[in-house]
């Protein structure tokens, strides 16, 4: 059903009960709708559907398509120096790319999605194996894997967010633009944390000496292991929007 918009400003008494006003034909003036909230509402794509009965809602769809692409490349080499000596030395590269759809068109950077991910992964290791007598053998192994993701924002390299185009007053010095959640519609806006920049990677290395005694064989080694977590996920505190995300409620519903 269609919800009355009522004055907050106008309440009359006269009957002993707080009475609301109700705005004229449902619609709220233009002086009083907020500024924030009539820019951000723009964004909304035009409906390409006649919606429900009456009230006109979900009269919106897009059906699109990730588009995901994987490419790995892998070569090994081994080569004997001797019968006593051989390395052996591998590297792979996996390469991925998912590109999400942006639901409400191409250049609309206010869509709650639509971001890129990329990600790269190099995997090289190496093995060295010395005889050092019949019954003792010495190998040397190490291995590295090394993972660089980067999660992008819809509107790369950075959006045409500036104060101006919400209607704010004062500075926005910030790649990303607010989000609006208003209840019960589409959030308006990119995810504050969608930017996300990774970097991890794990060194492992380890030794063993072999050594055969008759019907014993006996075996010593080490192993180190290294592990580290480069991860940057950049975002905006916007508590700011809630007060225009509450607007953008009421102005939808007239």
Request: with cysteine; net charge positive; hydrophobic share 35%.
């Amino acid at each position: 059903r269609l919800l009355q918009i009522f004055d907050p400003y106008n309440v009359s008494t006269a009957s002993g009960a707080p009475l609301r006003a109700a705005f004229p034909n449902n619609l709220i003036p233009v002086s009083r709708q907020n500024p924030v909230a009539v820019a951000a509402i723009k964004f909304y794509p035009d409906p390409n559907l006649p919606g429900l009965p009456f009230t006109h809602t979900s009269n919106y769809f897009f059906s699109g398509a990730n588009l995901a692409n994987g490419f790995q490349e892998t070569m090994k080499v081994d080569h004997n120096f001797s019968e006593k000596q051989r390395i052996s030395f591998r590297y792979s590269l996996v390469r991925q790319n998912n590109v999400a759809p942006n639901t409400w068109g191409e250049g609309n950077w206010m869509s709650a999605n639509g971001n890129t991910t990329t990600t790269n992964t190099n995997n090289p290791s190496f093995d060295y194996t010395r005889t050092l007598s019949p019954t003792s053998v010495l190998s040397v192994r190490w291995g590295m894997a090394r993972q660089f993701g980067y999660s992008s924002l819809p509107c790369e390299p950075k959006c045409n967010s500036t104060p101006s185009t919400l209607n704010f007053q004062g500075p926005w010095d910030s790649p990303i633009p607010p989000q609006f959640a208003p209840e019960g519609y589409q959030t308006v806006g990119t995810g504050r944390f969608t930017l996300i920049i990774r970097g991890e990677d794990v060194n492992h290395l380890n030794g063993n000496l072999t050594k055969n005694l008759g019907r014993h064989t006996l075996k010593f080694g080490a192993e180190a292991r290294l592990y580290r977590l480069n991860y940057a996920q950049p975002g905006v505190n916007d508590m700011l929007a809630r007060a225009a995300a509450a607007d953008i409620v009421v102005l939808q519903r007239h």
